[in-house]
Nanobody, 123 residues
Framework: QVQLVESGGGFVQAGGSLRLSCAQS???????????MGWYRQAPGKERELIAA???????NYADSVKGRFTISKDNNRKTWYLQMNSLKPEDTGVYYC??????????????WGQGIQVTVSS
């Protein structure tokens, strides 16, 4: 079973930045570079939504609410994925989940999930 661990969350004021990281705690899902991954967010009282995805060939998929502010990326050497979040707004508050998909072309990855990490943006 793939285990993913998110880090980098926390508390920030509106307008600030955070960078989330996602790494495999157990390297079971090999060929890191060939996987698709994404970040989901679940805001209080709302359903979980995909906010950013990255395919193995570099295609990105962003929710309208984060376009121009968030950037998804990966480091093949470190086998780590990132979500750079800039110009944060209070409505970005929620639990963020990283997801990896065995299908590198999937723009809505959903195979393996992390435990989630809290991001709180104050006004």
């Amino acid at each position: 079973q793939v285990q993913l661990v998110e880090s980098g969350g926390g508390f920030v004021q509106a307008g600030g930045s955070l960078r989330l990281s996602c790494a495999q705690s157990r390297i079971i899902l090999s060929v890191f570079w060939s996987r698709a991954m994404g970040w989901y967010r679940q805001a209080p009282g709302k359903e979980r939504e995909l906010i950013a995805a990255l395919t193995s060939d570099g295609k990105t998929n962003y929710a309208d609410s984060v376009k121009g502010r968030f950037t998804i990326s990966k480091d093949n050497n470190r086998k780590t994925w990132y979500l750079q979040m800039n110009s944060l707004k209070p409505e970005d508050t929620g639990v963020y989940y990283c997801v990896v998909d065995r299908d590198g072309s999937n723009v809505v990855p959903n195979d393996y999930w992390g435990q989630g990490i809290q991001v709180t943006v104050s006004s």
